[in-house]
């Protein structure tokens, strides 16, 4: 009988970490949807704010953008807008901060080359 009650607590700690898992994952689609849209205002020569900026030319991030975390579940890349330097800060809500390959590619910028690091599990 314990067997199948602890078998039954780690189905519930399972479905509560799909869960958390599947709500991280919205979070980050959140946060790049916001980043995007943030760098196509800024390339049409408006800031979030809604106020005109003048600046050159194009969304970039450096070769090796500069990271730093600013806390355990936010991290700050360095990058350029049309000439102008910005700050972008990704807060996903979870321990680690990683980005996901195939979410680079969906942002719009260029210059983002940086090695490469496999984790596995």
């Known amino acids: 009988m ?5 078998s039954l607590e780690q189905r ?3 479905e509560a970490l799909r869960e958390q898992v599947t709500v991280n994952a ?4 959140k946060v790049f949807e916001d980043i995007r849209n943030m760098i196509a205002t800024m390339a049409a020569n408006q800031n979030p704010m ?3 900026a003048s600046m050159e030319h194009e969304a970039s991030l450096p070769e090796n953008p500069p990271q730093e975390v600013v806390d355990f579940r936010t991290m700050r890349l ?6 102008k330097t910005i700050n972008i800060l990704i807060d ?3 321990t ?6 195939g979410t680079v590619w969906q942002l719009p910028v ?6 490469v690091s496999l984790i596995s599990t």
């Open 50 to 52: 809604g106020s005109t």
């Open 2 to 6: 314990a067997v199948g009650l602890r």
């Open 78 to 83: 360095h990058g350029s807008v049309k000439g």
């Open 110 to 115: 260029r210059g983002w080359e940086s090695p």
């Open 96 to 101: 680690h901060n990683f980005l996901d390959l």
């Open 92 to 94: 996903i809500g979870s």
């Open 12 to 14: 519930k700690e399972l």
């Open 26 to 29: 919205a979070k980050s689609d």
